[in-house]
């Protein structure tokens, strides 16, 4: 089940102006004042650059890729699964932390409402800033916002963000009156001296505040929710972002004017940070002014707060699809297409967080370092994009990569906690990953990149196929089936050896002259990339072993020749000693060919010897046609019932790790294996076979057996070393 397309450009912006604007210039324009005096403006100018050069690139990639899941999904198009599953892991918990942050300034504001309306009663109100009470309000928040996003998939939270966009409109305009009243050279003295502590002073400011402009991203991060997402998307992120610089820069211009003291606004900001914007709304707006700035606090940090809840749940719900977290945060809620679950871990891991933490300054700083360096990741997708699609390379990508970099380091250098908390996160990821998700997420990326035409190419992957070629009768049937086996934009090398022993040489090379061009027109008529090679050599399976390596071809597909011949057994086993490429070996009859196969009996040891080369054969199957698959378990017939329920549980496990879309698994007790298989194969149009571990053979009894004891269409598989997934 897919999420639908419910957002328009207005819902979409929603989303985005809902996590920008307000929250992050409440609580930091103070920590800005108070460390780059009224450079202030400048630090939030130079980040607003930054920041339009990153939605520039998240433009691109999301013309490109309109998917949900935002920086992970552009990732997983162009890195490793490995990488991508990192740049998710980060990316959710930024947002997660974003959360905190916006669910604990919400208390924050409450409080402070709730005591300046008790003092205007004469009511002793301290212990409304007690700890617990913010705590329980910040959980209150984040739990009545996750409930609305389970029950509805929703997008941003329109009336709260209307709601503040207003009040701060308000607050410029009155601003802005009051500075028509105010001769200019009062307020100008105000702005004097200008940078205090001067460049350092900007850029430390640029490092503290730069989460202030995240949220344009979270619009990326729901992709695969936004109606006609080419247009929309790039369009959205860009209204969100210019609506918030027209918001910011203004209203620090007059914080730092007409709303601070004879003192300038560095001192004034020393003093009260937290509560700077609502003093100065206060100074030349009145006691409406404060509780503008009030109401404006409560609106932005409850959008903010809905509107990272709601991107953070969005990429969960993408990497669960991946497997590179667990299966169930991809479910979606039948009626409302929610992604319930993964809204309910991602609310649960907000409350943590609030609950261990209670203040978030540490975490605050981390999340613009995981932010900036996600937004580093998305430049840098860009000009991988760029470069493998052989266009112009993208300078702005470029210079925005530097800024983000750059700016991360010093986040790092000057608030080494925030270094900490990443890399403890980090490790955290890395644990559970490596302990339990890596085996379903490198399975299901190999499904992937089999299925995607464009996958490879987009990771700058062309694998190789070696394809021997001796018989004319069967060499179209075995190269057609290796140009299904190999990755989508991959390459066949069909090789011919001639053995330098052989009598009427000239007969023989003129023999595989018309075989290899025979074969080379129906490959490139087929629309494959197909090469041809000659080889003259004493021993045909040593050279096909020295080509393979030479040449470091992904995959060897040969034809099994009769097994009755002799010495078969010991040349296809020396073709395996030292290959570091994957050994398929096909016997089929004549008449067979790879486009008539529906049917595929998949017999499993219970082991996962073979998943790698197996996920990816299964999956190029499915490519063009549905395929129905039986996963056959045999077990002896002594074998308990608690025996079978669990070895049946094991197989759908790898059934669902392995397969792309349905199957069947059938256990039966029997002793004989071979006759087993053979019974259940009937019907067939094809059986899959792999090499146990540790065989030093891919023609083992089992597989020779079933060979000769039938004309089934037969594939023997064999992993190269380090690709036995899963283990």
């Not at 006691?287 to 709601?310: D, E, R």
Request: with cysteine; charged share 15%; net charge positive.
């Amino acid at each position: 089940m897919e999420a639908k397309r419910h957002l328009g450009l207005f819902q979409a912006t929603v989303v985005g102006v809902g996590a920008i604007v307000g929250g992050g210039i409440l609580a930091l324009a103070g920590v800005a004042f108070s460390t780059a005096g009224p450079a202030a403006m400048v630090a939030f100018s130079v980040n607003g650059v930054i920041a339009l050069l990153t939605a520039a690139s998240f433009s691109e990639l999301a013309r490109r890729f309109p998917e949900s899941g935002g920086t992970y999904t552009y990732a997983k198009k162009l890195l490793p699964i490995e990488i991508a599953y990192v740049v998710g892991w980060i990316v959710w918990f930024a947002s997660i932390v974003a959360a905190v942050l916006y669910a604990l300034g919400f208390a924050a504001f409450a409080s402070e409402g709730l005591r300046r309306a008790a003092g205007l009663w004469n009511r002793d109100a301290s212990w409304l800033s007690d700890a617990p009470l913010l705590l329980a309000l910040a959980c209150l928040a984040t739990l009545g916002y996750a409930l609305a996003l389970v029950r509805r998939a929703g997008g941003g939270d329109t009336v709260a963000t209307l709601g503040k966009v207003l009040v701060f409109c308000v607050l410029i305009v009155g601003g802005a009156v009051a500075c028509a009243r105010t001769p200019s050279d009062e307020w100008a003295a105000r702005l004097v001296p200008f940078s205090p502590e001067g460049p350092f002073g900007i850029v430390q400011a640029m490092g503290f505040t730069f989460i202030a402009l995240q949220g344009f991203d979270l619009i990326a991060a729901v992709g695969g929710e936004v109606r006609d997402p080419e247009r929309n998307l790039p369009r959205a992120m860009f209204l969100s972002l210019v609506i918030a610089l027209l918001i910011y820069l203004p209203l620090l211009f007059i914080i730092a004017t007409v709303g601070s003291d004879e003192r300038g606004v560095a001192s004034a900001a020393q003093d009260n940070s937290e509560g700077l914007v609502a003093v100065a709304a206060e100074r030349f707006l009145g006691s409406p002014g404060y509780w503008l700035v009030i109401g404006a606090g409560l609106l932005s940090m409850l959008s903010a707060l809905q509107a990272n809840l709601f991107g953070a749940s969005r990429v969960a719900f993408a990497m669960a699809r991946d497997r590179n977290l667990p299966r169930q945060l991809g479910r979606l809620r039948a009626g409302s297409g929610s992604p319930a679950i993964a809204v309910v871990v991602t609310a649960g891991m907000v409350l943590v967080v609030i609950l261990a933490v209670g203040e978030v300054s540490a975490a605050g700083a981390a999340s613009s370092l995981i932010f900036l360096l996600s937004f580093a990741t998305v430049h840098w997708a860009v000009v991988l994009l760029r470069r493998r699609s052989s266009q112009p390379f993208p300078w702005t990508a470029a210079v925005g990569l530097v800024c983000c970099v750059g700016l991360a380091l010093f986040q790092a250098f000057v608030v080494p906690a925030a270094g900490i908390v990443v890399t403890a996160w980090l490790a955290l990821g890395l644990i559970i990953y490596l302990t339990s998700l890596a085996p379903g997420a490198r399975l299901a990326d190999v499904s992937a990149v089999a299925t995607d035409p464009e996958l490879a190419s987009l990771r700058g992957q062309s694998p190789l196929t070696l394809v021997p070629i001796a018989n004319p009768a069967s060499a179209h049937r075995l190269s057609a089936f290796a140009r299904r086996l190999q990755t989508p934009g991959g390459r066949t090398l069909l090789l011919s050896v001639i053995p330098t022993a052989s009598r009427d040489e000239q007969d023989r090379v003129s023999d595989a002259g018309r075989i290899l061009e025979a074969t080379l027109a129906q490959g490139i008529a087929a629309g494959g990339h197909v090469e041809t090679l000659f080889s003259v050599a004493p021993e045909p399976w040593t050279e096909i072993r020295r080509v393979a390596q030479q040449h470091q071809c992904e995959t060897v597909v040969v034809g099994l020749p009769k097994l009755t011949a002799a010495g078969v057994e010991d040349r296809l086993d020396s073709l395996l000693v030292g290959l570091r490429s994957h050994a398929v070996v096909l016997r089929a009859p004549d008449d067979w060919h790879v486009r008539s196969v529906e049917r595929v009996l998949v017999p499993i040891g219970g082991r996962r010897d073979q998943s790698y080369l197996r996920t990816r054969l299964l999956a190029s199957l499915r490519r063009e046609r549905d395929v129905r698959l039986r996963y056959l378990l045999v077990l002896p017939r002594k074998a308990g019932e608690e025996e079978q329920a669990e070895a049946e549980a094991e197989v759908a496990r790898l059934g669902r790790d392995e397969s792309s879309g349905p199957f069947e698994v059938v256990v039966v007790r029997r002793n004989n294996v071979a006759g087993a298989i053979l019974e259940e194969a009937t019907g067939c149009d094809l059986v899959v076979l792999g090499s146990p571990r540790g065989s030093g053979s891919i023609l083992t009894g089992l597989s020779r057996h079933v060979a000769q004891q039938s004309d089934l269409p037969l594939v023997l598989i064999r992993s190269r070393r380090g690709a036995l997934v899963g283990g």
